[in-house]
């Protein structure tokens, strides 16, 4: 499986679960920690487990499994899937951390293209 193929399956999995301001760059160019950061936020820390919830339940389909988890009882929880790290914040805590502008020197991966194939699939 190619690495942009866990980024478009956790990107379809957080929009099919009302997931808002998708975000992803490809940061391999500027870190050896991975090669893209998918951010998303939800509306609550419920919603947020439930948007991990969905992305893992997509990724183990297809055989993935997170090399680690952390902040499970946080409004801030990230996968660490290697190459793909994924973040899925509160509101309040994506304001506060700022990673898009972190990794603002990072390309943007256009995620409309990705989630509007993802839909002529179905």
Same mark, same amino acid.
Request: proline share 1%; glycine share 4%; aromatic share 8%.
């Given at each position: 499986?190619? !690495? +942009? $193929?866990? %980024?478009? /399956?956790? @990107? ?6 009302? &997931? *808002?301001?998708?975000?992803? =760059? !490809? +940061? $391999?160019? %500027?870190? /050896?920690? @991975? ?6 936020? &939800? *509306?609550?820390?419920?919603? =947020? ?74």
């Amino acid at each position: 499986m190619s !690495k +942009i $193929s866990v %980024l478009e /399956i956790a @990107a379809k999995a957080l929009n099919d679960k009302k &997931a *808002t301001d998708l975000y992803a =760059v !490809k +940061i $391999s160019d %500027l870190t /050896i920690i @991975a090669d893209y950061f998918l951010l998303a936020t &939800a *509306t609550s820390t419920t919603h =947020v487990r439930a948007l991990v919830n969905a992305v893992e339940e997509a990724l183990e389909k297809v055989g993935i499994q997170p090399h680690h988890v952390e902040g499970k009882a946080t409004g801030w929880i990230l996968l660490d899937y290697g190459d793909t790290v994924i973040h899925v914040f509160t509101k309040e805590a994506r304001e506060y951390y700022q990673l898009e502008r972190l990794w603002n020197d990072g390309e943007k991966i256009d995620l409309a293209k990705i989630l509007e194939t993802a839909q002529e699939a179905e």
